[in-house]
């Protein structure tokens, strides 16, 4: 069965500590790994998509990467406005887009 | 206006009132989906429309009925819902039906709360 988790569920960072998301995947033809950002009472916000292994993308202080079996979104010196739920979704091999349950981040001044 | 607007950004509903929720985007994108946004839980998709044409009905109850009069506005009627059926419900877009390179444009969502 295709399934996406993310951990942790919830992260609390100081600002300027760095550190890292994980979402781990078992899906039947990857086709694609999207990361998404959602503020409170607002819908998920694009941020990136990677398509193989090895592959790299970043945006201001966030870098995404991606093994065979999961992906990280790195976080280098977050600020308080970096805070927010962090959604991962994998597209498989029937073109379906399966969502893990996110990671909630606070970061602190 | 640009990108996906839904309204109305908050509900409460009885169980056997009759409401529906509008979603409207300004990307000129071709595909348009519900999803269903409970707390702890993975977004679900509900429904999708390409091109105005239902392409997914993810075993949705029939007390959930879509709408799609054109690619630019989507429709969600809601009749005789349960309590267990609130959460934030999202409207989203794509350029096309999640190909490969598909992202997915959310609308702010409609919080539901049926008593």
């Known amino acids: 069965e295709d399934q996406v988790t993310q951990s942790p569920e919830a992260l609390r960072l100081q600002e300027g500590e760095s550190s890292s998301l994980n979402c781990s995947y078992t899906v039947s033809g990857l086709r694609g790994l999207f990361w998404y950002r959602q503020d409170p009472g607002k819908g998920p916000e694009f941020l990136f998509t990677l398509y193989s292994a090895g592959e790299e993308k970043e945006k201001e202080r966030l870098k995404a990467t991606l093994t065979k079996k999961e992906s990280f979104l790195h976080i280098t010196a977050p600020k308080p406005e970096d805070s927010a739920t962090y959604l991962c979704?994998?597209?498989?091999?029937?073109?379906?887009?399966?969502f893990g349950t996110g990671t909630r981040l606070q970061v602190f001044p | 206006e640009t990108g996906v607007t839904q309204t109305p950004r908050h509900l409460v509903m009885g169980m056997t009132n009759k409401k529906s929720l509008k979603c409207e985007q300004h990307l000129g994108h071709n595909a348009m989906y519900w999803y269903k946004q409970s707390a702890k839980k993975p977004l679900e998709l509900m429904f999708v429309y390409n091109f105005k044409e239902q392409t997914e009905n993810n075993s949705v109850p029939s007390r959930f009925s879509p709408e799609c009069p054109n690619s630019s506005h989507l429709f969600l009627h809601l009749h005789t819902l349960q309590p267990e059926d609130s959460a934030l419900y999202l409207c989203?877009?794509?350029?096309?039906?999640?190909?490969?390179?598909?992202?997915?444009?959310f609308g702010s969502g409609t919080q539901l709360s049926v008593l």
């Open positions: 989203a877009s794509s350029q096309d039906w999640q190909g490969p390179n598909e992202k997915l444009f």
């Open positions: 979704a994998v597209q498989a091999g029937t073109d379906k887009l399966i």
